[in-house]
C-alpha cells in the first residue's frame, strides 16, 4: 500500500521561505517520478515540480527559479523548498507518483502566504 505524507506546511509572510517534505512508504521513490502539485480554493489541482527517477526536473513557469524539489532516496522523502513566496502561492500542496498508471496522492499540506 502507497502512502504519501507532507509536512512542512504553514503560514509565511511574502518573500518568506517553506520547506515541504513527502515521506513515502509501500514505495521505492527511487524507482519512480515524484511531484509535487498544488490547488488554490477556486482552481484546479495544477503541476508545481516533477523529479524524474535521473534527477531531472521540470517546474511550472510560475515557481521556476522560487522552488526546488528534491529528492533522498536513502529517506525515501523528497522535497519542495520554496523561496520568495507571494501571496498567488497560497493552496494546499499535494504530493504525487504514479505506480503501475495508479496516481497516489498524499492529504495535502496548507501552505498560506500573507501578511
Known amino acids: 500500500q502507497v502512502q504519501l505524507v507532507e509536512s512542512g506546511g504553514g503560514l509565511v509572510q511574502p518573500g518568506g521561505s517553506l520547506r515541504l517534505s513527502c515521506a513515502a512508504s509501500?514505495?521505492?521513490?527511487?524507482?519512480?517520478?515524484m511531484a509535487w502539485y498544488r490547488q488554490a480554493p477556486g482552481k484546479q489541482r495544477e503541476l508545481v515540480a516533477r523529479?524524474?527517477?535521473?534527477?531531472?526536473?521540470i517546474y511550472a513557469d510560475s515557481v521556476k527559479g522560487r522552488f526546488t524539489i528534491s529528492r533522498d532516496n536513502a529517506k525515501n522523502t523528497v522535497y519542495l523548498q520554496m523561496s520568495s513566496l507571494k501571496p498567488d502561492d497560497t493552496a494546499v500542496y499535494y504530493c504525487?507518483?504514479?505506480?503501475?498508471?495508479?496516481?497516489?496522492w498524499g492529504q495535502g499540506t496548507q501552505v498560506t502566504v500573507s501578511s
Open positions: 523529479v524524474t527517477t535521473s534527477d531531472m526536473t
Open positions: 509501500g514505495i521505492n521513490i527511487g524507482g519512480y517520478a
Open positions: 504525487n507518483t504514479r505506480k503501475w498508471g495508479y496516481d497516489y
